[in-house]
């Protein structure tokens, strides 16, 4: 029997591998001490836990462990990236360049330095939701300290060209950042190849934790320097201040070597499932569309328009899965998501979105439940609809004039 709800949401958070919470435990009750503890042995052994996490770490991105920095999530390490090197370097010059997509941890730390008189460039991107580096090219000037691109959106799950990026930044002599929160563990990332020069990732994407993750900074051509941005015992090479989450970077720690160890299995078996329910729903559903890159994508991620439904009434009738819509409530409003309509995406077509977001934990049981029931509702909504109608009768919408148009 299938469990209800049926968790299909992997984009906004996933379920703590149980062998992730295994580990944690004994740094919970025996193995309590404070890292940065010289004195005794339960500094010791708390120092030696984080040691070997801060590896496994570094191992899923090819980077050496004494560049990860803890954080409590990629919200700050993103925050520190952007206005860590904006601080740092500002006597090189002011200007940033990031993309229309990117997520608000990024976004509006940026409108944040603009408040501070620093310049951001926010590219546009193609209806697939990627930037190129032709445009990043032309965006750089002589005063751009730094360029912001995600390796993979949260919402419509394309993947960006990060190498092609880093590359370009290399020969520019500009620093990158990368917010990979969504693709570490789902695609291979390496930051030499890649020519990152700064990474966000945090552990509850991979199976981890709440409340931890990390920033890659780059150590050696060029060493990066930050701005700290929270000041108190020097921790973190002085870059980030505050006791160290021992249960909670352990969790990172083994999420990360799980993820690693199984990604090209797991890769194969999301993207499969994701394939089944994307397939499954938009083969038996007329005017439904993809929204995202068609292959250039998260394996686990699908995000789907439906014509001729409205998005709160599908949202209640599929209420047995639980999903993200394609709209955002703002204090009074529903907002269509400005990531869908960066795409071009019209608001009609991005309320009736939903982003499905397959994972670890997901069966082949939960994806046929899930097409069953999204085929239904919608079927059984545009039934009620009088433009479904219309179209179904053969008459093309545009050449109606709307009475009050
Ligand atoms: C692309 C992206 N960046 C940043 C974040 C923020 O991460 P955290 O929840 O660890 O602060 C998220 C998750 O919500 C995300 O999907």
């Known amino acids: 029997m299938t469990k209800m709800p049926v ?19 004994p740094y919970f009750t025996e193995k309590y001490g404070n890292a940065a503890s010289r004195n005794h042995p339960f500094g010791w052994e ?10 496994q770490i570094a191992s899923i991105i090819g980077a050496s462990a004494k560049e990860v920095i803890f954080t409590s999530g990629a919200t700050e390490s993103n925050n520190l990236a952007i206005k860590g090197v904006a601080a740092m370097y500002k006597k090189k ?25 620093f310049r951001v460039t926010y590219l546009p991107v193609d209806k697939y939701g990627q930037v190129h580096a032709e445009q990043i090219r032309e965006a750089i000037t002589d005063k751009t300290v730094l360029v912001s691109i995600m390796a993979a959106n949260n919402e419509i799950g394309s993947l960006q060209p990060i190498r092609a990026i880093g590359r370009l930044c290399k020969e520019k002599g500009v620093l990158f950042h990368t917010d990979a929160v969504q693709a570490v563990g789902k695609i291979p990332l390496d930051v030499e190849d890649m020519g990152i020069d700064l990474l966000s990732l945090t552990a509850h994407k991979i199976y981890g934790p709440k409340g931890i993750g990390a920033l890659y900074v780059r150590k050696k051509d060029p060493r990066v320097r930050l701005e700290p941005q ?48 994307r397939a499954g729903i938009m083969d038996k559903l007329p005017e439904s569309y993809l929204n995202g890159h068609p292959t250039e994508r998260l394996p686990g991620n699908a995000n789907i328009s439906f014509a001729y439904v409205e998005g709160e009434g599908l949202m209640m009738g599929i209420k047995d899965v639980a999903v993200s819509s394609g709209s955002a409530c703002t204090s009074a409003s529903l907002e269509p998501s400005y990531v869908l309509r960066a795409l071009g995406v019209g608001d009609e077509l991005a309320h009736s979105s ?50 009050g148009h």
């Open 230 to 277: 929270i000041d108190g015992g020097g921790h973190e090479r002085g870059m980030r201040s505050g006791t160290l989450p021992v249960p909670l970077i352990v969790g990172l720690g083994v999420a990360c070597a799980i993820a690693k160890a199984e990604m090209p299995e797991e890769t194969q078996r999301t993207f499969a499932l994701r394939e089944r329910l």
């Open 46 to 55: 708390a120092e030696e836990a984080v040691e070997t996490a801060r590896g």
């Open 93 to 117: 010059g002011n200007h940033v360049i990031t993309q229309a997509t990117e997520h608000k941890a990024t976004l509006d730390t940026c409108k944040r330095l603009e408040r501070d008189g």
């Open 7 to 25: 968790y299909m949401d992997n984009n906004a958070t996933t379920r703590t591998d149980p062998r992730v919470v295994e580990a944690m435990l």
């Open 354 to 403: 939903i982003r499905f977001g397959l994972g670890r934990f997901n069966t082949e049981a939960e994806v046929d439940f899930v097409v069953d029931l999204v085929v239904r509702e919608v079927n059984r909504l545009r039934a009620m609809s009088p433009l479904y109608e219309m179209v179904q009768a053969g008459i093309d919408l545009k050449t109606i004039e709307w009475a």
